[in-house]
């Protein structure tokens, strides 16, 4: 291999890097927007046909069952309500068609004129290359309430390691 067809080569692994970065950081970003929306068709297209969603405790398997959740009525009375869903900048980690992700979130409630935080969270992805794009196959969220639990996912995710 040449001088200049190594300096492509190491050009275009860069670039898809970033590209790869850049595809990941706009799937998680768009979750708080579809998710307080209500359309949960598109949340539940973030994830993998098979992906999971665990949310303090409560399993999610499908996208069948993150679709469910969108369409629920404790869902619905809350972006009823006024909500915002916000997750931060996320810190991602490529490796192949595999990457890691974390970020932390906030879900904020509209209440008599005004707005509170109602819970922080932690949060690992876990995602895949399809063909079509990124998905997750596996979301973890706790909440940021001092447990050590919360404190590894974020320690994890920064450093870019798997659960």
């Given at each position: 291999?040449?001088v200049?067809?190594e300096?492509?080569?190491?050009?275009?692994?860069?670039?898809?890097?970033?590209?790869?970065?850049?595809?990941?950081?706009?799937l998680?970003a768009?979750y708080?927007?579809?998710?307080?929306?209500?359309?949960?068709?598109?949340?539940?297209g973030?994830?993998?046909?098979?992906?999971?969603?665990d949310?303090e405790?409560w399993?999610?398997?499908?996208r069948?069952?993150?679709r469910?959740m969108?369409e629920s009525?404790?869902?619905?009375?809350?972006?009823?309500g006024?909500?915002?869903?916000?997750?931060?900048?996320?810190?991602?980690?490529?490796r192949?068609d595999?990457?890691?992700?974390?970020?932390?979130?906030?879900?904020?409630?509209?209440?008599?004129?005004?707005?509170?935080?109602?819970?922080?969270g932690?949060?690992?992805f876990?995602l895949h290359?399809?063909?079509?794009?990124?998905?997750?196959?596996?979301?973890t969220?706790?909440?940021?309430?001092g447990?050590?639990?919360?404190r590894?996912?974020?320690?994890?995710?920064?450093?870019g390691?798997?659960?």
């Open positions: 291999m040449t200049n067809e300096r492509l080569a190491r050009l275009e692994e860069r670039v898809r890097r970033v590209e790869d970065e850049l595809a990941i950081t706009r998680v768009s708080g927007p579809l998710v307080d929306a209500g359309e949960a068709e598109a949340v539940a973030l994830w993998a046909q098979d992906g999971q969603y949310v405790g399993q999610m398997t499908s069948e069952d993150i469910a969108v009525d404790g869902h619905q009375g809350l972006i009823g006024g909500c915002s869903h916000f997750l931060g900048p996320a810190h991602v980690h490529v192949g595999e990457a890691v992700a974390v970020c932390e979130s906030i879900l904020i409630r509209h209440r008599e004129g005004g707005y509170s935080v109602r819970r922080a932690a949060n690992h876990h290359r399809e063909r079509d794009g990124w998905r997750i196959k596996h979301r969220t706790r909440a940021l309430d447990s050590a639990e919360a590894e996912l974020l320690r994890k995710g920064a450093l390691g798997t659960l």
